[in-house]
């Protein structure tokens, strides 16, 4: 089943899975600011990066089940909506705890937003299509958190922190409005079957293995970003500028990954496509292995590990999601939004425990690395071989059939 989707409904997907990083990074720059504003620990104020992962993952789970029931054009528009409000709260914060609650609000909006994402994709396209889709609605996501500090330093200098926030709140509104517009309506497909709920989701064991592989495969790109200035700029001790270069390289490379995945996704099925990308994220890990034991110290040995690792990302996000999708085709919310909390729980905690590891060695950030690459690529390779003996029982059943 693959519907003709519109360029300007995949704009509006990508504005709106754009919408979380922007609100995770855009402020970065002005965490220093906004401590001294509030009278707080700037670490505290850090604090609300993770509590936006925390809270998008829970709106994530609330705005699945509601949106196979309700359609995925109300949900989104009131998760932005509940999103802008939370971002305008924010701009008017004068204490941690204000700074706290409203930051759960925008979280759980953006969760809310988001999942309906993955599920109008898995409406209206399947298989290498789909995949397709997931593919260029990932490469902005991995693009967002890359412009966004820049965007909010520009903000932050020009006209203040509160600024970041409350045009956050206004793009919102603008996007809630192109979503009610050019949303389609999806009550009649999602009610004609009632969804199975998470229970559905988790029994189907042909997928578990891809959602493995999404949420180790995104535990690897998140613990390089929470920890890459530990790397390089206290391990190496780069300068900042060059810091700047060596991220970019990261971005660049998911980019050219990203751009051949849909070359090569004419060709071959995205589970080819996504054990061959985890492969490629294999060799970036035992590279970074290789690094630190030959020559700890060397910057551009380590560079190209890390390089390796995370630009083939850009081909790992986008085939995970198309292969775990394809199994809901009457419970795409539910499974949107059991995707999307696995994946940045996992993501989350992985890059966590990898930055309080990490004191004076690079050891537990390359190690964390690896082991959720070799996770991810256990995981697709179980799903891949589950699917395929599937495939053969069934086959197997309608020869016997056929012979009686």
């Known amino acids: 089943m693959n519907k003709k989707m519109s360029t300007s409904l995949i704009m509006l997907l990508a504005a709106v899975f754009a919408m979380s990083p922007f609100a995770i990074d855009s402020y970065l720059p002005a965490i220093p600011a906004m401590a001294a504003d509030l009278n707080i620990e700037t670490s505290m104020v850090s604090v609300t990066v993770s509590i936006y992962v925390l809270g998008m993952a829970i709106g994530q789970l609330f705005g699945g089940p509601l949106s196979d029931r309700f359609g995925r054009r109300p949900i989104m528009v009131a998760g932005l909506l509940i999103f802008s409000v939370g971002s305008l709260l924010i701009a008017s914060a004068e204490s941690m705890e204000m700074l706290w609650s409203w930051r759960v609000i925008q979280s759980i909006g953006g969760g809310v937003a988001v999942v309906g994402v993955p599920a109008t994709i898995r409406d209206n396209a399947e298989g290498k299509e789909a995949a397709?889709?997931?593919?260029?609605?990932?490469l902005i996501m991995m693009l967002a958190p890359s412009i966004a500090p820049t965007v909010g330093t520009i903000v932050l200098k020009t006209l203040g922190w509160p600024s970041i926030?409350?045009?956050?709140?206004?793009?919102?509104?603008?996007?809630?409005?192109?979503?009610?517009?050019?949303?389609?309506?999806?009550?009649?497909?999602t009610k004609q079957k009632k969804s199975g709920g998470y229970i559905s989701v988790i029994k189907e064991r042909r997928a578990?293995?891809?959602?493995?592989?999404?949420?180790?495969?995104?535990?690897?790109?998140?613990?390089?970003?929470?920890?890459?200035p530990f790397a390089y700029i206290e391990h190496f001790e780069v300068t900042v500028e060059l810091f700047s270069g060596l991220f970019i390289a990261n971005v660049v490379g998911i980019?050219?990954?990203?751009?051949?995945?849909?070359?090569?996704?004419?060709?071959?099925?995205?589970?080819?496509?996504?054990?061959?990308?985890?492969?490629?994220?294999?060799?970036?890990?035992?590279?970074l292995v290789g690094s630190m034991i030959i020559a700890p110290e060397n910057l551009w040995f380590a560079v190209v590990g890390f390089v390796i690792s995370i630009a083939a990302n850009g081909g790992i996000m986008s085939n995970s999601s198309a292969c775990f999708m394809r199994f809901f085709a009457n419970s795409a919310g539910v499974a949107s939004a059991l995707l999307g909390a696995v994946q940045y729980g996992v993501g989350a905690a992985v890059s966590a425990l990898a930055a309080m590891l990490s004191v004076d060695t690079l050891w537990p950030m390359i190690l964390?690395?690896?082991?959720?690459?070799?996770?991810?690529?256990?995981?697709?390779?179980?799903?891949?071989?589950?699917?395929?003996?599937?495939?053969?029982?069934?086959?197997?059943?309608?020869?016997?059939?056929?012979?009686?």
């Open 132 to 138: 397709r889709l997931f593919s260029l609605v990932a």
């Open 165 to 189: 926030f409350i045009i956050l709140s206004v793009v919102a509104v603008v996007v809630a409005v192109g979503a009610a517009v050019v949303m389609p309506k999806a009550e009649k497909v």
């Open 208 to 228: 578990l293995g891809y959602l493995l592989a999404q949420a180790f495969g995104y535990a690897v790109l998140m613990t390089f970003i929470t920890n890459a």
């Open 255 to 287: 980019v050219i990954v990203n751009r051949a995945n849909s070359l090569l996704l004419r060709v071959y099925e995205p589970a080819i496509l996504l054990k061959a990308f985890l492969g490629m994220q294999l060799i970036g890990g035992v590279t």
């Open 368 to 404: 964390a690395m690896l082991v959720s690459t070799l996770i991810a690529l256990t995981g697709a390779f179980v799903s891949s071989r589950s699917e395929l003996e599937s495939q053969q029982d069934a086959r197997s059943t309608e020869i016997e059939h056929q012979a009686k």
